[in-house]
């Protein structure tokens, strides 16, 4: 492809959508907002205001839909990449492994 840098499987789409994050690890359930910068067809890129989260913790997100025409989106996936972005935030890659 021309111009296609990216070595991934999947074109990310730059989203920057509000969505949910409903965390289970160990310790705790808990649900936190969140923001999707990007979404392929097996990850997502999410940045959450916490200062980070343990790689392989898994997680609910749920985007909604501003619009009836469009589905809003629900998934289970894996923490795969958690790097700090400030002592309150964090920037997780997440790899989609159920699509509900």
Do not use: H, W
Not at 5 to 19: L, Q, Y
Request: contains cysteine; proline residues 5%.
């Amino acid at each position: 492809m021309l111009g296609y840098d990216d070595k991934r499987n999947f074109f990310r789409m730059m989203v920057n959508s509000p969505c949910q994050i409903q965390v289970t690890d160990d310790e705790s359930s808990r649900t936190m907002q969140a923001m999707c910068k990007d979404i392929s067809a097996t990850g997502m890129s999410l940045e959450v205001d916490e200062p980070s989260i343990e790689i392989g913790t898994q997680v609910n997100v749920s985007i909604d839909s501003p619009s009836s025409q469009v589905p809003s989106l629900s998934a289970i996936a894996t923490v795969v990449r958690c790097v700090p972005e400030s002592d309150a935030n964090c920037i997780i890659g997440v790899e989609i492994s159920e699509m509900k």
